[in-house]
């Protein structure tokens, strides 16, 4: 028995599944900047927020132009990634280390975007869809800023601020660094 599906089928189950993410990641990002403690990397989440409003308008626009309704098709690994990003807010939650995780697992999620929208644009060059590749690529432009973004906020705020207070901890705890209390003999 032979599958009639195509590059296009395949284009627009996809573009379900990122019109889910959206959603989903619009949802998530206002609860990861009530999380964050540095009032930059809250800045920054706010920002994308905005951002993935105008993403899930051109997704919206995208549906249009190819003729589709737009309607979600679940995610499971984009859904596991906000889960997971989700359970270090609450795992690191008062910890100096709280503003890494959530950057870690926030750029995990820009780099499943990242993916997919490079996909997604190179399917609808594929595809004849000059307009739609366009809107995409705009999409995966503001998803590797945020990236680079959040790279610049790890790197010059979060990672120091968790490593200064490791450095802290090493100092209090000399057993952490690997060394004993003498023994009576």
Not at 91 to 110: H, T, Y
Not at 129 to 147: F, N, P, Q, R, V
Request: one cysteine or more; proline letters at 2%; charged letters at 30%.
């Amino acid at each position: 028995m032979t599958n009639n599906q195509d590059l296009f089928d395949l284009f627009h189950r996809k573009l379900r599944e990122m019109w889910f993410a959206e959603k989903k990641i619009h949802t998530s990002l206002r609860k990861m900047a009530n999380a964050a403690q540095s009032d930059a990397l809250r800045a920054a989440f706010r920002k994308h927020e905005v951002e993935t409003q105008h993403q899930i308008a051109r997704l919206g626009t995208v549906f249009g132009l190819i003729d589709r309704t737009a309607k979600e098709e679940v995610s499971i690994a984009l859904s596991a990634l906000l889960d997971e990003c989700m359970e270090a807010a609450v795992r690191f939650k008062n910890s100096s280390a709280l503003d890494a995780a959530l950057i870690a697992g926030a750029q995990a999620v820009e780099h499943h975007e990242i993916a997919f929208y490079g996909t997604l644009k190179a399917w609808a060059d594929q595809l004849g869809m000059k307009e739609a590749a366009g809107l995409l690529d705009e999409t995966l432009s503001e998803e590797k800023d945020t990236d680079q973004a959040l790279t610049q906020l790890a790197e010059d705020i979060a990672n120091p601020k968790a490593k200064k207070d490791h450095a802290k901890k090493d100092d209090d705890e000399p057993s952490r660094r690997g060394h004993r209390a003498p023994t009576a003999a």
